[in-house]
C-alpha cells in the first residue's frame, strides 16, 4: 500500500528534512510540499491526500486551525519545537506528534502508525463490502420496458453482446436483454459468488457442472474460456 503525503511546516530546513525522510520510505509518495497552511488550503478540495505532517506554530494560519478543514479521512501528524502543543493535538484527533529536531526512526515509527491505520480501514471496508454482498439477494434489471428482478440464486451465466447482456436465469426457456455493460455488471455482482471467464462471459461458480479444456458446462450450456482468464479461474476453484 503506498499512501500519498504532504508536507506543511514554514521552516525551510524543516521541509527539506522531511521531504528526505518521505524519498526514503517507500510507502510513501510525497505529492505536497508547502510553506504555509493557506498556500496549502489551495489544494485541499482538488487534491486528495491521506497523510499530512503539519507544523502548528505557522504565521497567519496554525496547523491546529488547518486541521479543521481536512477531510475527516486524511490523517495528520503533527510536528513541532514544542511539547507543550502535543495535548491540543490529540483533541484535533492527531495520528501522532513527532517533536523537532525530527529524526528518521521516530518519523519512520509514525508514518508505520499512519500505514498500519490506512490498512484496518481498508480491511474494515471490504469486510463492511462483503457483509452488504450478502445481504443483497438479486438485482433489479430493466427489460421490455420493464424491471424484473433476477435473484443471484437463479442466474446461471450471463453473456455480453456488446452494449447489452443476456441472463440465463435457470427454469426459464429464454434469457433475460438488458441494456448494460460487461464491466458495470461485474461490478454489481457478489465477487464471492460469480466469475468472469471471458470477455462476454460471466458465469455463477456454483453452477459449473464441469470443465473440460477450454470450456464450461453449466446446464447443458458450453461457455468458452478465455485464455487471460483461465488462470484466475483455476485459482478460484482450487
Known amino acids: 500500500m503506498m499512501l500519498s503525503c504532504w ?11 522531511l521531504e528526505s525522510y518521505v524519498q526514503k520510505t517507500p510507502f510513501l509518495k510525497l505529492t505536497g510540499k508547502y510553506s504555509s497552511a493557506l498556500t496549502a488550503m489551495h489544494d485541499l478540495e482538488n487534491q486528495p491526500v491521506d497523510l499530512i505532517f503539519l507544523d502548528i506554530q505557522m504565521p497567519e494560519l496554525d496547523g491546529l486551525e488547518f486541521s479543521q478543514f481536512i477531510h475527516p479521512r486524511t490523517r495528520i501528524i503533527f510536528t513541532t519545537a514544542f511539547s507543550e502543543y502535543a495535548v491540543d493535538g490529540y483533541k484535533v484527533n492527531a495520528l501522532d506528534y513527532l517533536l523537532k529536531p525530527i ?22 471496508a471490504q ?16 427489460s421490455e420496458y420493464k424491471l424484473i428482478q433476477v435473484l443471484f440464486d437463479d442466474i446461471l451465466y450471463i453473456e455480453g453482446l456488446k452494449d447489452y447482456v443476456k441472463i440465463y436465469v435457470k427454469n426459464e426457456p429464454r434469457p433475460i436483454l438488458t441494456l448494460m455493460s460487461m464491466k458495470n455488471m461485474e461490478e454489481i455482482l457478489p465477487r464471492d ?17 464441469n470443465i473440460n479444456k477450454n470450456r464450461i458446462t453449466i446446464a447443458g450450456h458450453e461457455i468458452s474460456i478465455g485464455e487471460t482468464y483461465r488462470q484466475n479461474l483455476m485459482d478460484e476453484i482450487g
Do not use: C
Not at 529524526?103 to 474494515?124: G, H, I, P, Q, V
Open 7 to 17: 508536507i506543511i511546516d514554514d521552516e525551510p530546513l524543516a521541509l527539506d528534512l
Open 103 to 124: 529524526s528518521y526512526a521516530d518519523f519512520l515509527t509514525a508514518a508505520k502508525k499512519a500505514l498500519n491505520w490506512f490498512d484496518m480501514a481498508r480491511k474494515a
Open 127 to 142: 469486510t463492511e463490502e462483503k457483509e452488504k454482498e450478502k445481504e443483497r439477494t438479486g438485482l433489479f434489471v430493466k
Open 193 to 209: 459468488r460469480f466469475l468472469r471467464v471471458h470477455r462476454s462471459y460471466i458465469v455463477q461458480k456454483d453452477k459449473i457442472e
